[in-house]
């Protein structure tokens, strides 16, 4: 009887684990990765610069590049400098700015890639997507996904506990995302992929449900964990629906409307994750959403990342704008402004300011 699968792109190698920057090299000696020991290293001259001097003997072969910030002409000029060197593959060290720009070059010039995050920001450190500012504001990018994903909890502990606060947003932020695509496909006939939503669910449901802090192992370790299934998740789907819905359709309102005062992805997308859940009449789910994210120091109001009611209000409004084709419950509502005043009272009323 014939055995009927499928591929599931992902990496070959994924170590999550405290110390695990101290056996990077013998993750890049996989034959599978590097067979000459020849590697490029992109990395910032942040926390990625800092362990340069870390890693460098331990990577006797590698040549390391200094990537600017995580603009489109970054990511282009880092191909460009690797071009000649014929590497095996492409080291990417540092926050998630370094890591868009290292898959994009990757992908540019036909290397795999090897991401090694130095925070927990986001979901994009094993998503098939990168992230560019360019000159039309910012793009995302279909690139291949990481061969291999390295995270030292010790090294993420050191990062702007910010950063990790804003991964718990991004990650929770998927239990709405999922809800938005079966919305999708009950209103729309909108085909979903059941192992992609399956992943991605489970993942927001092990951080929002898991009792510890960012103080504990235990915790940064399902949460490292979640953001990198997520990733996969968006691999199996082929595109970014299981990690994005309305949640991140507010996000990225508040980057286009409010360029130069924006907060962090994932706080703004955990953020935008509670008050669709509350537009969906998950009031409960909404409210205890609300709750864990901030017992975590996440926002839930958007005073709290600096912006008043009516401004949100606006946001909220305009968000649908930015995925055209796409389908949540901010469509399937298309709500008015004073619709958005009443729902976001009653919302505030059960959250508590």
């Known amino acids: 009887m014939p055995v009927l699968t499928r591929l599931i792109p992902s990496p070959v190698v994924v170590d999550i684990r405290p110390g695990a920057l101290d056996d990077l090299g013998c993750v890049l000696d996989d034959e599978r990765i590097s067979h000459s020991g020849k590697l490029a290293v992109a990395v910032s001259g942040g926390s990625g610069a800092r362990l340069r001097e870390r890693l460098g003997p331990s990577l006797p072969g590698a040549s390391w590049y200094e990537v600017g910030g995580g603009t489109l002409d970054d990511a282009v000029r880092l191909a460009a400098d690797m071009r000649a060197g014929h590497y095996d593959a492409l080291v990417g060290l540092g926050g998630g700015k370094i890591i868009d720009c290292a898959k994009f070059a990757a992908a540019r010039v036909g290397l795999p890639l090897v991401a090694v995050p130095t925070n927990l920001a986001h979901d994009g450190l094993c998503s098939p997507v990168a992230t560019l500012d360019n000159d039309a504001g910012r793009g995302s990018y279909g690139v291949p996904n990481p061969i291999a994903v390295v995270i030292d909890l010790d090294v993420v502990r050191e990062a702007p506990v910010r950063f990790v606060r804003a991964g718990i947003g991004d990650a929770v932020s998927n239990i709405s995302a999922i809800r938005d695509w079966e919305l999708a496909g009950r209103v729309k006939g909108e085909k979903i992929d059941g192992l992609a939503a399956a992943m991605a669910r489970q993942a927001g449901e092990a951080v929002l449900r898991h009792p510890g802090t960012i103080g504990d192992n235990d915790f940064l370790q399902v949460l490292a964990e979640a953001l990198v299934l997520s990733g996969i998740a968006m691999s199996v789907s082929g595109d970014s629906r299981p990690s994005s819905g309305a949640c991140h359709e507010i996000n990225h309102a508040f980057d286009l409307l409010y360029p ?94």
């Open 260 to 353: 130069k005062r924006a907060a962090a992805h994932g706080e703004q997308c955990g953020l935008g994750a509670a008050f669709a859940m509350w537009l969906r009449g998950a009031h409960e789910e909404s409210v205890y959403m609300a709750g864990v994210l901030r017992r975590h120091g996440l926002p839930v109001l958007p005073e709290e990342i600096g912006f008043t009611p009516e401004e949100f209000f606006r946001v909220v409004e305009y968000a649908p704008r930015t995925r055209p084709g796409r389908y949540t419950i901010l469509e399937h509502l298309d709500l008015n402004t004073h619709q958005i005043k009443d729902t976001y009272a009653d919302y505030v009323k059960a959250i508590g300011s």
